[in-house]
């Protein structure tokens, strides 16, 4: 498809488990970013890869959170010891270049600790 | 750094009338101002923009608004469809310097 693919779309998991989500921006686009979604909230900025470099991971909650970019294209992000409180909806995004202003969104991987 | 308010958190409007969610942000350095529809199960899509050298921008149903020295910008969608029914957000910022207020889900009754 032509546009920002996440999986898996859910994840359920067990507290102190370790996790990964994918995600394969638009071809051509060389920004990507990840957020997060808690019920209710609009998303929260985690980490901008532009090329393969992380551009800027001050979202980042703590050091329990990684995110990978390692040929400029798909984006992994990583998880260790999962906590319930991370539970919720990690939306990926992508963009031609970091400053064009639209982000394109995947449908997002819901990931609940249990 | 960026704070972005939204209201209301909740709007329920009558098959075509209209609906208007208002957003407030304190960087009166942004100069950008997507709004995105967000449907059950779906990441959110851009539906409109403005930058800060426009007062006003319309297209089809929906129309924005900006009022730079009171930093605050407005949605406006006229005549509204059962599929309009979903969550906006309004955000400020470009790229990953995006902020995000915390959404209006709106209601639209047949």
């Known amino acids: 498809g032509a546009g920002v693919s996440q999986t898996p779309s859910n994840k359920v998991t067990e507290k102190g488990k370790y996790v990964e989500l994918r995600c394969d921006p638009i071809?051509?686009?060389?920004?990507l970013y990840w957020y997060r979604q808690s019920l209710g909230q609009g998303p929260e900025f985690l980490i901008y890869?532009?090329?393969?470099?992380?551009?800027?991971d001050s979202g980042l909650p703590n050091d329990r959170f990684f995110a990978v970019r390692p040929e400029g294209s798909v984006s992994t992000l990583k998880i260790q010891r999962t906590e319930r409180g991370d539970s919720a909806v990690y939306l990926c995004?992508?963009?031609?270049?970091?400053?064009?202003?639209?982000?394109?969104f995947g449908e997002g991987s819901r990931l609940t600790v249990l | 750094g960026e704070n972005v308010e939204q209201h209301p958190s909740t709007l329920s409007v009558q098959e075509g009338d209209s609906a208007v969610i208002k957003c407030t942000y304190s960087?009166?350095?942004?100069?950008?101002f997507p709004w995105y529809k967000q449907e059950l199960g779906k990441g959110p899509q851009l539906i409109i923009d403005?930058?800060?050298?426009?007062g006003e921008k319309k297209d089809q149903r929906i129309a924005v608004t900006l009022n730079k020295t009171a930093k605050h910008f407005s949605l406006h969608i006229t005549e509204t469809q059962p599929e309009d029914s979903a969550v906006y957000f309004c955000?400020?910022?470009?790229?990953?310097?995006?902020?995000f207020g915390a959404g209006t889900r709106l209601f639209v009754k047949a």
């Open positions: 995004a992508s963009s031609l270049m970091q400053a064009t202003g639209e982000l394109f």
């Open positions: 071809s051509g686009h060389t920004a």
């Open positions: 890869f532009q090329g393969t470099g992380a551009a800027d």
């Open positions: 960087d009166s350095a942004s100069n950008y």
């Open positions: 403005i930058r800060s050298n426009v």
């Open positions: 955000a400020a910022g470009a790229g990953f310097k995006t902020i």
